[in-house]
């Protein structure tokens, strides 16, 4: 059935597409969200970077001057210098202790005086900048030493590690900041370590001073772009948590707005799978045939043929029963239209209409096209409205039936019996037929409350003036009982079941 039971895979795919609908906004939201943390945290690790170089320029500015001061003393006896030497040390900031050099050799230091050390220039970066772990005075402590030097002349100034470490600290409280000298490195505890600082997988930014002999690497270690979302972004979180969800129920209502029997039928409409088939309709005395119903089946592309109680009650849900009934005429006109010469008398084509049918006037146009494509008075066409759900009389539906009557289209209650029509109601629509339901004639011969109902329809009928055609006739006894009543016509299997188009056709050919 192919409106009322999904196969179960198709259920899956379904609940499958409706996670991966819920989960896209949320991953694409978190890639966006990811890339916008890399650049933050990129940002931010340059900005430290640059300003610790900053910092650090400034405080070689200082020794640098120290050291230029005292360049021109170099060579003059320690004792005559000395106090120039402890004037750069008190009046500059950062500055820790002062140093004269003649011909490489450290001779005179602020601290002590007189003092004997080779100088090895090799030390240094670039012959200006060396990185130690501590001397003599502060062992581990780190210390940066300044070297300037002309000819024989020399001159080195020295920076406390503390100040530095300190501006590591302070400066990268959110990083992880690194002071590169030469292929020496000096960590934010103060410690100073040989070889190259270790790599910082997230934003690692590398500024190189243009004054001084020196680096500042920055950067964040594994797993901080996450830490950063996690601390920042929360209430984007819930967005896309409330997005996700938004789609995957939109996701869902898609799905099964294309999977509802409407749009699937509205597609078998477009792709012509409802077809026409023929149950002749007999007549009542001679037996001979008087015309067909039109029966409606569903040639599905998977399903097979699918009987009309299985999707009719959708279709006219929906509406859709408007346009396939209009596809059905046309298809029957068709089909029939070229043999409407060869008719003898006006050939009885039976159309079953729905109360979906009456909101408009629509069918009337409907019937005209049918009725054009016939040799005029060739077919007598009966609309079909069954009993079970009797339209209410408005403007409306009198004017349809008006003007149908005035095209000379005749009007059946089909399944007669079933329902509740009044005599006022039948006269109202100017009713030209009853179709005996199906159930009146099973019973006869077996039940005598139904059989003095199918002799009462038959009597009110004839009072009326109306046409009766009996349905389900399966049985010759019933055949002969209806007949001897006077019923005009009779439908059923005892004559011929429902059949395609072709099968039709042939048997028409045959009895002309
Ligand atoms: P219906 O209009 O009362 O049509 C008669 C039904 O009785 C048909 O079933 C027909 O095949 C079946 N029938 C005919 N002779 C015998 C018989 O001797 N014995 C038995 N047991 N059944 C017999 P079908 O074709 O399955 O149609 C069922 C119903 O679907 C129809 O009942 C009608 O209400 C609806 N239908 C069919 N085609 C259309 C259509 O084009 N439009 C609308 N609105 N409804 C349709
Ligand atoms: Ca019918
Ligand atoms: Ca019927």
């Not at 340059?46 to 170099?74: G, I, N, V, Y």
């Not at 750069?88 to 005086?113: A, E, H, I, K």
């Not at 209009?326 to 084509?349: C, G, V």
């Amino acid at each position: 059935m192919p409106l009322t039971v999904k196969p179960r895979r198709s259920r899956n795919i379904r609940i499958i597409l409706t996670v991966i609908c819920g989960l896209l906004p949320i991953l694409l939201g978190l890639a966006i969200l990811h890339m916008q943390a890399q650049r933050a945290l990129q940002q931010s690790s340059r900005q430290t970077a640059a300003e610790a170089l900053k910092q650090f320029e400034l405080m070689l500015d200082s020794t640098a001057a120290a050291a230029r001061e005292l360049l021109p003393l170099s060579g003059r006896r320690c004792s005559e210098v000395q106090l120039a030497l402890r004037e750069q040390v008190t009046r500059r900031p950062f500055v820790r202790s002062t140093n004269l050099v003649w011909d490489n050799n450290l001779y005179c230091s602020s601290l002590f005086g007189d003092y004997r050390e080779a100088v090895n220039p090799g030390d240094y970066a670039g012959g200006q900048l060396w990185l130690m772990n501590g001397n003599p005075v502060t062992p581990d402590t780190a210390l940066l030493v300044y070297r300037l030097s002309e000819g024989r002349l020399g001159a080195l100034t020295t920076l406390d590690g503390y100040h530095l470490s300190n501006m590591l600290r302070l400066i990268g409280r959110e990083t992880l900041l690194a002071l590169r000298v030469g292929d020496h490195w000096l960590s934010a505890d103060g410690k100073v370590h040989a070889g190259e600082p270790p790599h910082l997988p997230v934003a690692p930014t590398r500024l190189t001073s243009q004054r001084y002999r020196f680096v500042v690497e920055s950067g964040y270690p594994t797993g901080e772009t996450w830490r950063y979302m996690a601390d920042e972004y929360p209430p984007l979180f819930s967005l896309l948590v409330f997005f996700g969800a938004i789609a995957s129920a939109l996701g869902h209502f898609l799905q099964k707005r294309a999977s509802s029997p409407s749009v699937e039928m509205q597609r078998a409409l477009e792709a012509g799978e409802f077809i026409p088939y023929f149950q002749p309709v007999i007549h009542g005395a001679s037996k001979s045939w008087a015309g067909a119903e039109v029966l409606m089946r569903w040639n599905h592309p998977k399903e097979g043929l699918v009987r009309p109680d299985l999707f009719i009650p959708f279709a006219e849900h929906s509406g859709l029963i408007v346009p396939m009934t209009r596809s059905l005429m046309q298809q029957t006109a068709a089909l029939l239209a070229p043999l409407s010469a060869s008719f003898t008398q006006p050939f009885h084509i039976g159309i079953n209409i729905t109360a979906s049918h009456c909101h408009d006037l629509a069918l009337v146009a409907d019937c005209r096209e049918f009725l054009d494509a016939f040799k005029p008075g060739s077919v007598s066409l009966v609309l079909e409205l069954t009993e079970r759900e009797l339209i209410e009389p408005t403007q409306v539906t009198r004017q349809l039936f008006e003007q149908l009557h005035g095209l000379g289209v005749m009007i059946a209650i089909d399944d007669f019996g079933t329902g509740h029509s009044s005599l006022g109601y039948l006269r109202q629509f100017n009713v030209d037929f009853l179709k005996i339901d199906q159930s009146f004639v099973a019973m006869i011969g077996i039940d005598t409350l139904s059989g003095h109902l199918l002799d009462s329809i038959i009597e009110l009928a004839a009072k009326l003036d109306l046409r009766t055609v009996a349905e389900g006739v399966e049985t010759t006894g019933q055949s002969d009982y209806l007949t001897a009543h006077g019923v005009n016509f009779l439908q059923g299997y005892l004559f011929a079941r429902p059949m395609p188009a072709l099968e039709f056709m042939n048997a028409l050919a045959a009895i002309k």
